[in-house]
């Protein structure tokens, strides 16, 4: 990403938050988020640092603007996926969407872990958001109340452990992760199978 070329100052369009927030992405994406900052952002920008004070507050103002829209992203992209989907074939499409959103953003979605969600009314609302998709996906399996939330819970530590580990090359070889990631989503399935009230359901996966 490089500094815009030619033109004058009055020339470019008028900075906002909108476009300070989308540039910060941007750049978190392509770069990776440790090599984020004010600096990098103003310059690919083309302003001086200090204009970007008018429209975030700081780096841990933009770095919490990142880390809301990577859930947004990530909540809207779970369910487009899973849409006429139920059962098994759900929390496949779950799990498959869940790793592409981070191969796809994954400077995005590092933010998601790097500024607290406690206590922002904002961000818990854009966690439970995610677990809001989640829950509506698992519906086919007929489970109580309290057994939904609680494997809404579980597919979200285990979708994000494991693209975690896979961005970052935790899962060392000779092992295929795409093996050992359909193993994960059987494992999930069985057990939410097992909850179900509905024994009767397929437990086939989709690939």
């Known amino acids: 990403m490089t500094r815009p070329k030619g033109g004058s ?15 910060a992405a941007d750049v978190a994406d392509a770069e990776g988020l440790d090599r984020l900052t004010l600096t990098r952002v103003a310059d690919v920008l083309g302003v001086r640092q200090p204009a970007l004070y008018r429209h975030v507050e700081g780096y841990d103002d933009l770095l919490r603007s990142l880390s809301l829209r990577g859930r947004e992203i990530l909540a809207q992209r779970l369910a ?41 009314a904002e961000l818990e609302a854009a966690v439970e958001g995610v677990l809001a998709v989640l829950g509506q996906a698992l519906r ?10 609680h494997a809404a819970r579980a597919l979200r530590s285990a979708f994000h452990g494991f693209s975690h580990l896979e961005s970052g090359d935790g899962h060392p070889l000779p092992h295929d992760p795409e093996d050992t990631f359909d193993h994960l989503v059987q494992l999930l399935c069985a057990g939410i199978q097992r909850l179900s009230r509905k024994p009767e359901m397929s437990t086939g996966v989709v690939e």
Not at 9 to 23: F, G, H, N, Q
Not at 88 to 107: E, S
């Open 9 to 23: 100052m009055s020339e470019r369009p008028p900075l906002d938050s909108a476009k300070v927030i989308a540039t």
């Open 80 to 120: 487009d996926a899973t849409v006429g989907l139920s059962g098994d074939d759900a929390v496949a499409a779950l799990g498959h969407a869940w790793r592409q959103v981070v191969r796809d953003h994954p400077g995005i979605y590092a933010a998601t872990d790097r500024y607290p969600c406690a206590g922002d």
């Open 140 to 149: 086919g399996y007929d489970l109580s109340d309290e057994d939904l939330v």
